[in-house]
T-cell receptor
């Protein structure tokens, strides 16, 4: 059973601070890693994807991947109240027969306080 | 289309009733996925289509769940004899291609099913 683990939170940070969201996964053959943002009552929206070890930056967002430790994280710099949402970590194993289905964590609720 | 669309957006069913949920993927997208998201949980995989072929249905929780995509575009998820534990949001996602593991899944708004 493939597992993706996240702290459910809530994680509270003050406006302007750095929010750090963490995720671990159990399947060593996992190939690609995604962070989705989900506002209450809405569908998941892709924030970042990462496939290689190291850091990947996009605006205020940085994804970090360490395959040896089976760990992926998302940093949000200069956090804004509009960043308040649930952040879902998702993993796929890249097996073509499996169609790249995603295994999701339960999500971490982020609250950015004024 | 501009994005993945799903209908109905909300569905209330009495226990034992059959329901059908529709997904219109992004035009030309080869792959289509169905996920079930219970309250406070992440989405869980149900089934996967590549064009009209259902290649993976390992996530369907029981034989009451059935999905089809007969012409390789629109898909329908059918739940027979609904039970209260079927109450969840059903999400549809599509990707442009079938192979590369980097393909981004684009999600529809979901259908919120409540079984009374």
């Amino acid at each position: 059973q493939k597992e993706v683990e996240q702290n459910s939170g809530p994680l509270s940070v003050p406006e302007g601070a750095i929010a750090s969201l963490n995720c671990t996964y159990s399947d060593r053959v996992s190939q690609s890693f995604f962070w989705y943002r989900q506002y209450s009552g809405k569908s998941p929206e892709l924030i970042m994807s990462i496939y290689s070890n190291g850091d990947k930056e996009d605006g205020r967002f940085t994804a970090q991947l360490n395959k040896a430790s089976q760990y992926v994280s998302l940093l949000i710099r200069d956090s804004q109240p509009s960043d308040s949402a649930t952040y879902l970590c998702a993993v796929n194993d890249g097996l073509t027969g499996g169609g790249n289905k995603l295994t999701f964590g339960t999500g971490t609720q982020l609250k950015v306080e004024l | 289309g501009a994005g993945v669309s799903q209908s109905p957006r909300y569905k209330v069913a009495k226990r034992g009733q059959d329901v059908a949920l529709r997904c219109d993927p992004i035009s030309g997208h080869v792959s289509l996925f169905w996920y079930q998201q219970a309250l406070g949980q992440g989405p869980e995989f149900l089934t996967y289509f590549q064009n009209e072929a259902q290649l993976d249905k390992s996530g369907l929780p029981s034989d009451r769940f059935f999905a089809e995509r007969p012409e390789g575009s629109v898909s329908t998820l059918k739940i027979q004899r609904t039970q209260q534990e079927d109450s969840a949001v059903y999400l549809c996602a599509s990707t442009r291609a079938a192979g590369p593991f980097q393909e981004t899944q684009y999600f529809g708004p979901g259908t919120r099913l409540l079984v009374l």
